[in-house]
């Protein structure tokens, strides 16, 4: 029998890296200007870093699934955070507090607090407009790629009514008004719904977790969430000198984007720009993540190197 002090030194023995790798880190950090921002991290600390940030309405447990990934787990350091408004963050109620630089500063503080030298970001569809707003306040740039899951890495009068599919419309505005509770719930189904790509199939625990998210987010704070204000001079200027490198990965069985719209509105102004369709709907990484591994990692392999 083993005693106490016994089972302590051999539990001590187990190698460093292997006990960091099995370990999740989550930490609530402040940004610039004080809001709280919901952070954890789980891989391979020792590998290149990747910060994923979730879509419209939910927070980083999307990613539960696919930080579960063993090929994900043991390439990389995977870093997630709520958005400002969204899941496990703080949820200010004024317009101000959702301008564009405060979304490079709540990057740029979970950056600091995991020590992050050049991740690569991806962001799910509303997620991969926070691009922008890194490129925009950040110098020198501080990512080492970008990658959109079915999104547009800026948002826009330009862009926005061409990339969200007209059938989902009418189920945005239900989640983002605030006077009819049935409505407003009723779109925050269907919304989840159409995040895959046959809803039928997906275990019901799955969908209750992301309709969660929904709930505890007010739907004025939804629709503040994407108002922003973007300039993209930056974004594109990076795009055209080649400094930025960009990956375009969505599902064929889209229901919420128009990926088609997105790709064609950023490639004039992307030198390298890497578009990988899979069979999948809206949230690729759940339909399809191997494939969307597969798409990822083919990407973050050919990007120069840091220097
Ligand atoms: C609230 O929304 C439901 C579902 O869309 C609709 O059937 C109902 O008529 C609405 N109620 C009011 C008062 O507008
Ligand atoms: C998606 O966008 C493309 C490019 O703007 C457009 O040609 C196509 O008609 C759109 N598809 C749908 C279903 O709206």
């Known amino acids: 029998m083993y005693s106490i002090l016994t089972r302590f030194l051999l539990l001590g023995l187990r190698p460093f890296s292997a006990v960091l790798a099995s370990q999740s880190t989550a930490k609530i950090i402040a940004s610039r200007d004080g809001t709280s921002i919901y952070a954890d ?17 939910l927070s ?3 990613f539960d699934n696919f930080f579960a990934n063993d090929r994900l787990r043991e390439n990389y350091y995977l870093v997630r955070y709520d958005a400002r408004g969204h899941g496990r963050s703080g949820k200010p109620s004024d317009a101000e507090a959702y301008a564009s630089v405060h979304y490079a500063e709540d990057f740029l503080a979970v950056a600091h607090a995991f ?8 962001g799910w569809s509303l997620g991969s407009a926070i691009i922008s707003d890194i490129v925009e306040h950040i110098n020198p740039l501080p990512i080492l790629g970008a990658v959109t899951f079915a999104g547009s890495p800026v948002l826009g009068p330009e862009i926005l009514p061409k990339l969200i599919s007209p059938s989902i419309n009418d189920v945005l505005s239900a989640i983002f008004q ?17 995040c895959f790509r046959d809803a039928t199939q997906v275990p019901f625990d799955l969908k209750a977790t992301y309709l969660g998210q ?3 987010q007010p739907p004025t704070v939804a629709l503040l969430s994407l108002q922003r204000t973007q ?19 969505f599902g064929d069985a889209d229901r919420i984007a128009n990926n088609s719209a997105a790709v ?3 490639k004039p102004h992307f030198n390298f720009l890497t578009v990988d369709t899979i069979p999948a709907g809206h949230a690729m990484f759940e339909d399809s993540p191997e494939r969307t591994v597969d798409a990822l990692t083919r990407f973050i392999r050919s990007l120069p190197r840091k220097r």
């Open 60 to 62: 980083g447990i999307v």
């Open 41 to 57: 991290a789980t891989g391979n600390p020792a590998k290149q870093s990747i910060v994923f940030v979730h879509g419209l309405a």
């Open 115 to 122: 020590r992050l030298n050049k991740p690569v970001f991806v």
């Open 231 to 249: 300039d993209p001079t930056r974004l594109f200027a990076a795009g055209q000198a080649g400094t930025l490198r960009l990956q375009q990965i």
């Open 214 to 216: 929904t709930v505890v």
């Open 178 to 194: 605030d006077s009819n509770v049935t409505a407003c719930m009723e779109g925050r189904i269907q919304f989840i719904d159409a």
């Open 264 to 266: 064609e509105f950023v």
